[in-house]
């Protein structure tokens, strides 16, 4: 077969390259330096598949694509990236596996052998662990997060070159964990729909203090293909309406929450019964996202009603405030954990962590029952501003989603417990904390401001209706004490509409 391109590679550069529909491009490198041990190839395109071939191979369901190659070249003294695979098609296997679903992405590589000269036999993989064999190598992994938003090829290429080798990895990239010959190749990560992210490996031979990179691999964690929920169109309608309506009511809230006590109790069992509810729904049943939510927003103003009615009944509120300091300890407790706390070994086992999120969540509220006022304002200024956050969400890509959004996960995936939840800061996400606290201290300080010469809360109608009645009961001065009661009056009148009049003769007085 005869090649339509014939493309010559030079080693440690980048060159794009593209392949035409139906078109085959033979890739040739030359002038290799006679103490380079092995080569590594690179071939990254930003969404669509490639066929790499030793011998000529013709795919006709190709399209024309634009990839990007980069050739690395190493001595006998680094180690082999993937030369001991033991699970992977090629025989020596330096790319990393990718998977990913909703919840979580998946990374998966093959160990790394000692080096070995050209044309030598490679050292045995798995007949002794000592010093002098592969198991003394080490291994890093790097996590490098594209600009938030773009989904463009140019930004996935200019990145690429970024994290294509050791030195600029190491630069630039974020080092998630290190790792010994021991531990398992395979590592989890929280999913970010709509965020570029490239992950790296690192091996290293402490011995010689040489390293080498496998072949990063990048991941959207959505479809380019897909018409429902792809990269370009994330955002449901149903989640823009719903977190439209949560947003502007937070943002109500924020600023007179407390003023308006009833219209904050409804919003705040709103939020607590949705979000238990929808956690519930989806561990439960497999109904369609938007029957789900539709359902959450229905239980939700079932749970707002609740609330209001048990202040306005019962007139208890201490149980209120202590309902609404748990959602603030819910949000704390998640900030908490949104932090690189959170990718601490320790919590990723499921006990510990919802252990000490729950004393986070609990302590709160305990917290503010000194000053019952102060709390309940405050919770509606945090709380009212986040949500205004999440409303922006629903439009455009904010990191800050993930504060509470990580731990939905986690509830609803029992697995989610071993990823990795680090996520990048951009500059859309500092504007949007500057948002959340601007709203919230103008919104604290507001309601502080107003209701500082008013009564600590409202009180509850039914109670105060059955305080007025007994008043009327024993105070004899009341002239509503006089009055029959309601029934009587109602009795009078009917027997006054059904007694027949007699009549009433001579009323003349007489005169002596």
Same mark, same amino acid.
């Given at each position: 077969?005869?090649?339509?391109?014939?493309?010559?590679?030079?080693?440690?550069?980048?060159?794009?390259?593209?392949?035409? !529909? @139906?078109?085959?491009?033979?890739?040739?490198?030359?002038?290799?330096?006679?103490?380079?041990?092995?080569?590594?190839?690179?071939?990254?395109?930003?969404?669509? @598949?490639?066929?790499?071939?030793?011998?000529?191979?013709? /795919?006709?369901?190709?399209?024309?694509?634009?990839?990007?190659?980069?050739?690395?070249?190493?001595?006998?003294?680094?180690?082999?990236?993937?030369?001991?695979?033991?699970?992977?098609?090629?025989?020596?296997?330096?790319?990393?596996?990718?998977? +990913?679903?909703?919840?979580?992405?998946?990374?998966?590589?093959?160990?790394?052998? *000692?080096?070995?000269?050209?044309?030598?036999?490679?050292?045995?993989? /798995?007949?002794?662990?000592?010093?002098?064999?592969?198991?003394?190598?080490?291994?890093?992994?790097?996590?490098?997060?594209?600009?938030?938003?773009?989904?463009?090829?140019?930004?996935?290429?200019?990145?690429?070159?970024?994290?294509?080798?050791?030195?600029?990895?190491?630069?630039?990239?974020?080092?998630?964990?290190?790792?010994?010959?021991?531990?398992?190749?395979?590592?989890?990560?929280?999913?970010?729909?709509?965020?570029?992210?490239?992950?790296?490996?690192?091996?290293?031979?402490?011995?010689?203090?040489?390293?080498?990179?496998?072949?990063?691999?990048?991941?959207?964690?959505?479809?380019?293909?897909?018409?429902?929920?792809?990269?370009?169109?994330?955002?449901?309608?149903?989640?823009?309406?719903?977190?439209?309506? *949560?947003?502007?009511?937070?943002?109500?809230?924020?600023?007179?929450?407390?003023?308006?006590?009833?219209?904050?109790?409804?919003?705040?069992?709103?939020?607590?019964?949705?979000? *238990?509810?929808?956690?519930?729904?989806?561990?439960?049943?497999?109904?369609? +996202?938007?029957?789900?939510?539709?359902?959450?927003?229905?239980?939700?103003?079932?749970?707002?009603?609740?609330?209001?009615?048990?202040?306005?009944?019962?007139?208890?509120?201490?149980?209120?405030?202590?309902?609404?300091?748990?959602?603030?300890?819910?949000?704390?407790?998640?900030? #908490?954990?949104? $932090?690189?706390?959170?990718?601490?070994?320790?919590?990723?086992?499921?006990?510990?962590?919802?252990?000490?999120?729950?004393?986070?969540? !609990?302590? !709160?509220?305990?917290?503010?029952?000194?000053?019952?006022?102060?709390?309940?304002?405050?919770?509606?200024?945090?709380?009212? #501003?986040?949500?205004?956050?999440?409303? !922006?969400?629903? +439009?455009?890509?904010?990191?800050?989603?993930?504060?509470?959004?990580?731990?939905?996960?986690?509830?609803?995936?029992?697995?989610?417990?071993?990823?990795?939840?680090?996520?990048?800061?951009?500059? *859309?996400?500092?504007?949007?904390?500057?948002?959340?606290?601007?709203?919230?201290?103008?919104?604290?300080?507001?309601?502080?401001?107003?209701?500082?010469?008013?009564?600590?809360?409202?009180?509850?109608?039914?109670?105060?209706?059955?305080?007025?009645?007994?008043?009327?009961?024993? @105070?004899?001065?009341?002239?509503?004490?006089?009055?029959?009661?309601?029934?009587?009056?109602?009795?009078?009148?009917?027997?006054?509409?059904?007694?027949?009049?007699?009549?009433?003769?001579? $009323?003349?007085?007489?005169?002596?």
């Amino acid at each position: 077969m005869c090649f339509a391109d014939r493309v010559m590679f030079s080693l440690g550069t980048f060159q794009n390259v593209s392949v035409p !529909v @139906n078109g085959t491009v033979q890739a040739v490198v030359s002038r290799i330096p006679a103490d380079v041990s092995f080569l590594t190839l690179q071939f990254h395109t930003h969404h669509r @598949n490639v066929t790499l071939s030793y011998t000529p191979v013709r /795919d006709p369901t190709h399209t024309a694509v634009l990839f990007h190659r980069h050739t690395l070249s190493h001595t006998q003294h680094y180690p082999v990236p993937g030369a001991c695979n033991q699970e992977f098609p090629l025989e020596i296997d330096p790319n990393i596996y990718l998977q +990913y679903n909703m919840f979580e992405t998946t990374i998966t590589f093959a160990p790394a052998n *000692i080096g070995y000269g050209r044309g030598e036999s490679p050292p045995a993989c /798995d007949v002794d662990m000592g010093s002098s064999t592969r198991w003394r190598l080490v291994y890093e992994l790097y996590q490098y997060f594209l600009p938030e938003g773009d989904l463009s090829e140019q930004s996935l290429i200019s990145s690429l070159e970024r994290a294509a080798n050791v030195q600029n990895v190491q630069d630039n990239s974020r080092k998630v964990v290190s790792l010994s010959s021991h531990d398992r190749t395979q590592f989890f990560f929280s999913s970010l729909p709509g965020q570029g992210v490239i992950f790296s490996v690192i091996v290293r031979d402490p011995v010689l203090n040489t390293s080498a990179s496998y072949i990063p691999v990048h991941t959207y964690a959505c479809s380019f293909n897909s018409t429902l929920d792809g990269c370009s169109d994330l955002g449901r309608v149903s989640s823009k309406v719903f977190f439209t309506v *949560i947003g502007l009511a937070g943002l109500l809230v924020c600023f007179v929450g407390h003023r308006f006590f009833k219209c904050e109790l409804f919003y705040m069992g709103f939020c607590f019964m949705a979000f *238990i509810f929808f956690v519930l729904i989806t561990r439960t049943t497999a109904l369609e +996202y938007d029957i789900r939510l539709a359902l959450t927003a229905l239980m939700g103003v079932v749970g707002g009603v609740a609330m209001v009615m048990s202040w306005w009944r019962f007139g208890s509120v201490m149980v209120c405030v202590l309902v609404v300091g748990l959602i603030l300890g819910f949000l704390i407790s998640s900030i #908490a954990f949104f $932090t690189p706390l959170g990718d601490l070994p320790i919590f990723h086992n499921d006990v510990v962590f919802w252990v000490v999120f729950a004393c986070i969540m !609990v302590f !709160v509220p305990l917290f503010f029952i000194r000053w019952p006022r102060e709390g309940n304002i405050f919770t509606c200024g945090v709380v009212g #501003a986040y949500a205004v956050v999440l409303a !922006v969400n629903a +439009y455009t890509y904010t990191s800050l989603s993930y504060i509470t959004l990580d731990v939905l996960k986690r509830l609803l995936n029992h697995n989610f417990s071993r990823a990795f939840i680090s996520v990048p800061l951009q500059d *859309i996400d500092f504007i949007m904390i500057t948002v959340w606290v601007v709203l919230g201290v103008s919104g604290i300080v507001m309601q502080l401001y107003r209701e500082k010469s008013r009564p600590f809360f409202p009180p509850s109608p039914y109670v105060m209706w059955k305080q007025e009645r007994e008043r009327r009961k024993t @105070n004899v001065l009341d002239p509503s004490h006089h009055k029959p009661s309601l029934s009587a009056r109602i009795l009078g009148r009917i027997h006054q509409l059904t007694q027949c009049t007699e009549p009433a003769g001579e $009323t003349t007085p007489l005169l002596l």
